[in-house]
């Protein structure tokens, strides 16, 4: 454990409340997009087809980037706090390249009509477009920023790491592995910080090399790249960073569960191998985007389905079954922070049952790009990663004692909670029905049935989209009342008793 | 070869599966609530959730490997063990589709074909999927509105979609893959005869 003294924290927990608040501010007005899109999609609002792919664009690569950025950030608080000290200063210049990232982002669709999905399917972004070519080009350097920003901060929380727990294989637990005697124990999130960031070095270098590409093609119009070699790259970038923003906040989960149940959660052999074996499923999972290019090579498509398969061993045997071993008769006052871990955890449970689903070759052939994919990732990411979020910001801004109490919060929790699965329960049912996803609206399509279903369950969204963002802005009045006044070094104090 | 029917099913099975063990989840999050307020010493939790762990471990493990198995031998790349009755080429470009019987010799760009063909039934039809400009996804939807096979088109490739229509009538052609603004009305159609 590291001596910091009372101002160091102070600048920590200062820098994680500029994170925050700027989480708090994004967030909502991102789900006010989708909530746009659903309602043009159920012939509520009439928007123009390139206003709906502009803001569907805007929605996919901000909640990526948000949701992402904030699991970092609350890493690096957690880590900067106990663990091992990090650069103040870096953390604010990572924090400012962000800001720069996400508001060219916002400027090249919001007023540059940027519309190729956040996913930017080469070579979309340069044929037949309906946006200006600047727009492109800022888009691509704006996520260019982005990646850089994300570079820095890992290295820098890595590097720290490795210095202080004596070189990298030990940070991945193989000390472990020996029979010599631990020295120094390795806490479970400093494991599982290594294990999310490292494929995650790999596959922003992966988006980087697809954007520089994409940035020869967009300077030099007659390249022409291979399409298959740059989908290849894209998935791995988007799939690894969407997958690793995940094991961030499971990361929080291991270091903070224990603070409220009181029974130590510490790494051992088993564990080790778990996430170790996770490290390899997060690289390879990625082909299962690809599996309806019937040209990709045979072994990537068994690859993408076996890494699949294989990823629920850990997360379910180790992870889920962790929880359980922390909760099962403990004794534990249900604070809002402990609820929201659990829940957090059981959406994480099923939308990645019905991720594995999906990556099952058989079953993605009927249901690849229909509504069941937006239904999956939102299971896990709305119901699984903002609710750690969350915990984590009722636990920066509350006492133990407070978020046991917080009667309001916890009403605007259960709202949320419900709003979100009745939200995407509406997907898995389009999902299930073949209504397909990126459609501005479905009156285009010739089957009745299929149109008029997709457009009854949009309408049907509205309702669980009304009643999250209710529930929302009643646990953001509780947060940011709390937020300015808490004692600055209760957090800590608590962490070490 | 899965007639239309069998697909439909596993859409079904993938919504009961998932349906069950969201339930599951939801169970053991009501049991976990309900059953904290007692308290136990957490060396005796440890020993009897490991005991669990090792049994659930054991049944996951078969489960993954009997379900890789399984649906490993379901693949949708190569359907047919003879040769196809008929060759279809496709032509996905912004925003429409070409379709013309047989293989094409000529550049995607200058191949000429229609929005709409007629095909026979009872019969095995490989669709050699290209693309002129974009990343496209050719899917078939039968008049229910179920979507029943699909491959990506994309340029420089061709993907083959191997699919044996069982049953006559009109097949939509729907584009899966977000190509630009008029993506979502982007369509063709199958008449089988």
């Not at chain 1, 997907?427 to 609206?441: K, T």
Request: charged share 10%; hydrophobic share 50%; proline share 4%.
């Amino acid at each position: 454990m590291i001596q910091l003294n009372p101002a160091e924290i102070k600048n920590q927990r200062r820098l994680v409340i500029v994170w925050s608040i700027t989480f708090l501010i994004a967030f909502p007005l991102l789900i006010v997009l989708g909530l746009l899109m659903r309602l043009n999609q159920g012939e509520e609002i009439k928007l123009g087809i390139d206003t709906f792919y502009v803001l569907m664009t805007l929605h996919g690569l901000g909640m990526a980037g948000v949701l992402y950025s904030m699991a970092f950030a609350g890493l690096w608080y957690l880590i900067s706090t106990r663990y091992v000290r990090l650069s103040v200063a870096t953390g604010y210049v990572v924090y400012f390249l962000i800001l720069a990232g996400v508001t060219g982002l916002a400027y090249a669709t919001l007023l540059g009509k940027f519309g190729a999905g956040w996913y930017l399917l080469y070579p979309l972004p340069f044929k037949g477009t309906f946006w200006p070519t600047w727009s492109t080009g800022l888009s691509i350097i704006s996520l260019t920023v982005l990646g850089v920003a994300w570079i820095i901060g890992l290295v820098h929380v890595v590097y720290a790491l490795s210095k202080e727990f004596g070189g990298f294989t030990n940070l991945l637990g193989w000390q472990y592995l020996g029979k010599k005697e631990i020295k120094r124990e390795l806490p479970p999130i400093v494991m599982i910080t290594t294990i999310s960031l490292i494929p995650g070095l790999i596959a922003f270098l992966a988006g980087a090399v697809f954007l520089i590409m994409n940035l020869m093609q967009y300077f030099e119009p007659t390249l022409a790249f291979d399409t298959l070699l740059l989908k290849n790259l894209v998935f791995f970038f988007g799939h690894t960073l969407v997958n690793i923003t995940l094991y961030c906040c499971l990361g929080w989960v291991y270091a903070l569960l224990p603070e409220f149940t009181g029974r130590e959660w510490k790494t051992n052999k088993v564990l080790v191998y778990s996430w170790n074996a996770t490290f390899f499923f997060i690289l390879f999972a990625y082909f299962h985007h690809l599996y309806m290019d019937f040209v990709q090579p045979l072994p990537f498509q068994y690859a993408g389905q076996i890494a699949s398969f294989s990823s629920a061993i850990p997360a379910t045997a180790i992870t889920m079954f962790g929880v359980i071993t922390q909760l099962y008769h403990s004794k534990i006052k249900w604070g809002i922070v402990p609820l929201m871990f659990l829940l957090g955890v059981a959406g994480w449970a099923i939308g990645g049952f019905a991720a594995v689903v999906d990556s099952t070759i058989a079953v993605n052939a009927v249901l690849h790009n229909t509504l069941w994919v937006p239904a999956h990732f939102h299971t896990y990411m709305l119901g699984g990663v903002v609710l750690f979020i969350l915990g984590f910001l009722f636990y920066l801004s509350h006492t133990k004692e407070e978020q046991e109490k917080d009667k309001t919060a916890k009403f605007g929790f259960w709202l949320f909670v419900i709003g979100t699965h009745s939200f995407i329960a509406t997907f898995y049912s389009g999902g299930l029905r073949s209504i397909p996803r990126r459609y501005n609206d479905y009156s285009g399509i010739p089957i009745e049935a299929t149109h008029s279903m997709g457009a009854f369950l949009a309408r049907l969204a509205l309702i669980g989209i009304i009643l999250l963002l209710i529930g929302l802005m009643v646990m953001y009045i509780s947060i940011l009342i709390k937020l300015g006044k808490k004692n600055n070094t209760t957090v800590i104090q608590a962490a070490e008793a | 070869m899965l007639p239309f029917n069998t697909l439909l099913t596993i859409q079904r099975t993938a919504a009961i599966t998932s349906f069950l063990a969201g339930a599951l989840v939801v169970a053991v999050v009501i049991f976990l609530i309900t059953t904290s307020s007692t308290s136990e010493d957490k060396t005796s939790v440890k020993h009897k959730v490991y005991k669990l762990r090792g049994r659930y471990f054991f049944v996951l493990t078969l489960c993954v490997i009997a379900g890789l198995f399984i649906s490993l031998r379901l693949l949708p790349y190569t359907k047919f063990q003879e040769k196809p009755d008929e060759i279809v080429t496709i032509v996905a470009m912004q925003w429409a589709w070409k379709m013309a019987p047989g293989i094409s010799d000529k550049s995607p760009a200058d191949f000429e074909g229609s929005n709409e063909i007629t095909l026979p039934a009872g019969r095995h039809i490989q669709f050699n999927v290209t693309s002129s400009d974009v990343n496209h996804d050719f899917a078939i939807y039968n008049s229910k509105g179920v979507l029943i096979a699909q491959t990506q088109a994309m340029p420089q490739y061709h993907n083959k979609l191997e699919h044996y229509f069982s049953e006559k009538g009109d097949y939509h052609i729907l584009c899966l893959e977000y190509c630009g603004m008029p993506h979502a009305f982007m369509v063709g159609i199958i008449h089988i005869n």
